[in-house]
């Protein structure tokens, strides 16, 4: 029974520290677009200097979006095929725990249980946290319209630390551009 709770215990504890860092992503994109002859790229500046973040942050994020761009092929230029857009949201999410279990001297009949004596603690851990969403847009530069949306949602931890801050930010924008471009094959399914 003690190796089930200390198995349960780690097993939830390893839970929350991974789904606390990951990012979550979704994207959609037009299935009329030819992907294929999107080549090359720009930064669609009027959208960028709409989204709600610091002057830093923009640059970190298209620094990121420039390498994942760059590492599939795609160039910079200043007749693109695709305009890149970026804009953010952000929401307080609280998280609450029931802690119905604990550490500590429990009594005679059960020394896992916190307090003093047997039973349950019920004590409720409560915690808040800003979870923010960054989209990437990708507009075709000819007929103007969104061809692709890429959102990623998850937290930015570390935010005194640049480094990981930075790493943090690198993450995000390379999980979203995992799903771009559409692959060939998603393309033609649909």
Known sequence: MKNLKLFSL????????????????????DQKADFQTFKSYAFYKTGI?????SDLDKKRILR?????????GFVKSQQPDV????FTKERERVDVYNNN???GYGGF??????????????????STRTEGSLYIDVID???????????????LNNTKNLEKKEERIR??????LKEYPPSVTAVAAN
């Open 10 to 29: 780690a097993a939830l504890t390893i839970t929350l520290l991974f789904s606390c860092t990951s990012v979550r992503v979704v994207s959609d994109y």
């Open 49 to 53: 200097d709409k989204a709600q973040i």
């Open 64 to 72: 990121a979006i420039e390498a994942e761009m760059s590492s599939r």
């Open 83 to 86: 305009l890149v857009s970026i």
């Open 101 to 103: 279990f604990g550490w």
């Open 109 to 126: 009949y059960n020394p896992w249980v916190w307090g003093p004596g047997w039973g349950w603690n019920n004590t409720p851990n409560v």
């Open 141 to 155: 530069a000819k007929k103007k319209e969104l061809v692709w949306q890429g959102r990623g949602v998850g937290t």
């Open 171 to 176: 993450e995000f924008v390379s999980h979203i």
